[in-house]
């Protein structure tokens, strides 16, 4: 009796060991570890190198490394020993093809989805992902089949009623897609993203106005929703040649003066942008140093802003003291080392000009061969040849292959009376050309 007991006592320590690793890899992961619980899990395979449900979570733990390619690998074995794990192979294939989508294997993805399908036929969710795949690959009619299927076995989603409203306007069909739209909407007033989308139809459709007034009370809405602007907040400027500016000024003005506090920040913001574009800089200017004013410019984005209406104004000094004030909060800022270049090179201050390009050189490498050309012009500016000739050298060290540098040390060893170098580099020049 005791004998078999020990028998059996020693056949449960590796199920108890098993359990037990299982514990530490959850603790892990809750930890957000993720490397020991890949390693963890990595040495219970060792000993167990057929169960599928320990390939599975290593792919996850793969995916969340950023290591698709071995994630992908792993779902294979779990997908050849799918009998030992939790996943069905319907999920399994689901899952490498959002690995392979979000890699851009977008073929490979599709074939994934499909066999997920034919191993679950009533899956929508697969169904919505592969429309998602085909709006991505520009296959519009497929998408709209995909997301009617997905509709069909879940016709009461919203998500996929929105996105099979997407697929249509992608295919053309705007006024099937503004029907469901509406009627979304009609269901659930607050589906920001079907709001969002029926602007663009009105857009679309040549009703500029019915998509402003639609437009910015998506962005009212989502921003009381979310409180935070909408990723997509620049629509309204990207395409605003298109949109009466009067009618758009309007309906800002409107909303900047029913508004308050991060709301009201975010439309002024906005009409700043607008008024940028359309030459309006002293509107814009006014707009952006209120709210600097209000200390409510948080990320120094407005500042950034005014200092750039300020150039296009040529109100050059102004531009030079607001990039001043950026630089001191923000330090390595190319941005505004570059434009207060550009600002004392209108005020003829060009040494300082030249010091903040040489910043510029410091700060980002990349960026040192702009900065060393547009030094070089400077000094050719003001006659000092020279110098201009160190800096020309040091944009060929940096690019030895640009014709135009060599063609333009040339003009400048011409300046100093130097023929034999100005000849070389006008032969350089020619060479680099005719290559």
Known sequence: MLRRFAILSLLLIPLF??????????????????SEALQLTTIQLRAYPRNGQLYAQRAWLYQHLSQPGMAVLDIDQAIRYASSCDLTKSQLYFTRGHIHSEVGMYSDAYEDYTVAIEEEPNCAQCYAKRGDLCLTMDYNPLAVENYAEALRLEPYNTEYRVEYARAMMANGQLNESALQLQQVLADDPGELEAKRLLATYHFLQSEPEVYIDLYLSYLQEYFETNHEPSGADHLLYAITDSVPYAYLSQALDNYINHTAGDIQVMFRRIRAEIYSLHGNYE????DLTELIRNEQDYDRSALAMRAYNYMKAEQYQSAAEDYTRLIAVQPRNIEAYSGRAEAYRHLQMTDEAIADLISITRLDYTMALYAFYRAARLEVERENYLTAVNYLNRCIELEPGLPYLYRYLAEQYEALGNSHMAEYNYRAATLLEEE
């Open 17 to 34: 060991l098993t359990a037990q690793k299982s514990e530490q890899i959850e603790a892990l992961i809750y930890q957000q570890r993720y």
């Open 283 to 286: 509107g814009a200017i006014t």
